[in-house]
């Protein structure tokens, strides 16, 4: 008898087990429908080399963990070499991009399409380094996108088109060329409509009117 009630035991042990794997693999691997935080990558290491778009985003991020990684200068921050979070410092003016900081990264860190489109620019500098820009439609009509600080040797082709979550380059290494000497970051401005303008800081907060803050479309 006393070994009937030890299969018994068994048993429920393992249906047990099975509903609480059933619960968290649910959690673990929800689909499209699901709710999950916008914040976290679908990847827990800090430099995903696969999609940057958590589940259901309308844009991908152009980076991996983008908006945490926002921490120094967010878009129409006022910089000057005095008070700047980045020291040293060389530019002044009004920032028109988000910038995404990666100087702690070990590996080469990827840069994404934020959506379908086509690459409009793709050469180096002077302040970036490597920078590209992508045409894109955006609420139904067109602007283009910067990313600067990008490896030289990385950068698309202009005329390639792209899609959303494609790998389109890496960042540079800092503190080089690459970078145009500064830190390992995504410098990303999102133009108010579809024309080629590199600049990274304007003179004039009304001036900040021709781009968009990146962080508002997640
Ligand atoms: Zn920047």
């Known amino acids: 008898m006393r070994k009937y009630i030890w299969i018994f035991i068994l048993l429920l042990v393992i249906v047990l087990l099975g509903f609480y794997f059933l619960y968290f693999g649910n959690i673990l691997f929800s689909s499209p429908g699901q709710t999950s935080s916008p914040t976290i990558s679908p990847s827990s290491s800090a430099v995903s080399s696969s999609s940057a778009s958590p589940t259901g985003q309308e844009y991908a991020f152009p980076v991996a963990r983008f908006k945490e990684r926002v921490t120094k200068k967010p878009f129409g921050i006022y910089i000057t070499p005095q008070n700047s979070p980045v020291q040293p410092e060389v530019f ?7 910038d995404a900081e990666y100087t702690d990264a070990a590996i080469d860190v990827p840069v994404y399409a934020i959506t379908d489109g086509t690459v409009v620019l793709s050469r180096t500098a002077s302040g970036y380094g490597g920078v590209f820009m992508i045409e894109i439609q955006l609420n139904g009509t067109p602007h283009t996108i910067l990313y600067g600080h990008i490896r030289p040797s990385s950068l698309p082709k202009v005329g390639q088109k792209i899609i959303k979550g494609e790998q389109l380059a890496v960042l540079g290494t800092g503190y080089s060329s690459e970078t145009d000497g500064e830190r390992q970051h995504l410098h990303l401005s999102i133009l108010a409509d579809d024309r080629i303008d590199v ?5 004039s907060k009304s001036q900040l009117t021709g781009w968009i803050d990146p962080l508002s479309l997640y």
């Open 92 to 98: 002044t003016g009004y920032h028109t991009g988000a």
């Open 199 to 203: 600049k990274g800081y304007v003179s």
